[in-house]
């Protein structure tokens, strides 16, 4: 018989499938001869968004992080070994981690807008992405509204319609309590980065409306992404493998190598994994990100 949550439990379990962040906290692992991250604010649409960078790399490569996360939690793991051959820009979106919040509500769309008003202060006419959970909604939002902005797209965890989740995934994150996640990576994030720590509660309502309208895209509109795309997900995601794998032929995926055309998009599966445990296996992760990302553009 599976067993029955109760209604807290549902809600805390549910957050955290959805919000992308390691357990640990996702302290950055040392890199010889690396230069350690470079913190940096700009006055982006009305936020004095926080972003970092890292790497001395021609190409671009912006990081969007998971949902109740942070640059470190989403990217610790990660980021030095990403920085390794490209300049690496990291951001931390309204209400998370060093991002002060605003007097609206959160919205991948407006995430979406944010990042690439970041991206005009900073000259970047083009840039790769790599998002993860609440992050890879918030990359292809970019990818629908801004097209000229991307050249490639690594997205960890997406779906592009709830349809694209396990049942029940979203069930209870209405119910959700502050004292819910006292003690947790979350919570302790929080406290710790936040320009206003006092702000928890309201952030986390505005979270939880994140996350019960999160954008639905259609497969008209995932197929028209121009830019190869790399999908990411763990063996036992919120996402169901099929969901993937149908986004993987809506990108041009699913055909026979060997008598046709390699597709420009890819599709990684990370064995013996989970969602929050996804951003964690860089044995997987950081030998196959770089050489999608490196790999020549179609018809260059």
Request: aromatic share 6%; proline share 8%; hydrophobic share 40%.
């Amino acid at each position: 018989m599976t067993p029955k949550f109760r209604p807290t439990t549902a809600a805390v379990l549910a957050v955290l499938l959805l919000a992308g962040c390691q357990p640990d906290g996702g302290q950055q692992a040392a890199e010889p001869g690396l230069a350690p991250p470079q913190a940096n604010y700009a006055q982006v649409n009305g936020l004095n968004m926080y972003y970092e960078t890292q790497g001395q790399g021609q190409q671009p490569l912006v990081l969007l992080h998971g949902s109740l996360s942070t640059i470190s939690t989403s990217f610790g793991k990660l980021m030095p070994g990403l920085a390794q051959s490209r300049r690496v820009i990291a951001v931390e979106q309204q209400g998370y981690g060093h991002t002060a919040d605003r007097d609206q509500p959160l919205s991948i769309e407006q995430m979406a807008d944010d990042t690439v008003a970041l991206l005009d202060q900073l000259g970047v006419a083009e840039a790769d992405f790599f998002g993860y959970s609440m992050g890879s909604s918030v990359a292809l939002q970019v990818a629908v509204r801004h097209p000229d902005r991307v050249r490639k797209l690594v997205l960890a965890a997406v779906s592009y319609n709830n349809s694209g989740l396990h049942p029940g995934t979203l069930d209870g994150i209405d119910q959700l309590k502050p004292e819910d996640l006292a003690g947790t990576v979350f919570e302790k994030e929080y406290l710790a980065k936040a320009p206003d720590p006092a702000h928890w509660p309201v952030f986390l309502e505005k979270t939880k409306d994140l996350d019960l309208s999160m954008p639905q895209l259609t497969a008209e509109q995932v197929k028209a992404i121009k830019a190869p795309v790399q999908l990411i997900a763990a063996d036992s995601d919120i996402v169901t493998p099929e969901h993937t794998v149908e986004m993987f032929r809506l990108l041009g995926g699913g055909v026979m190598g060997d008598v046709m055309p390699m597709p420009a998009s890819q599709l990684l599966v990370v064995p013996g994994s989970s969602h929050i445990g996804l951003v964690e296996r860089t044995e997987h992760l950081l030998p196959a990100i770089p050489a999608f990302l490196d790999a020549p553009l179609p018809g260059s």
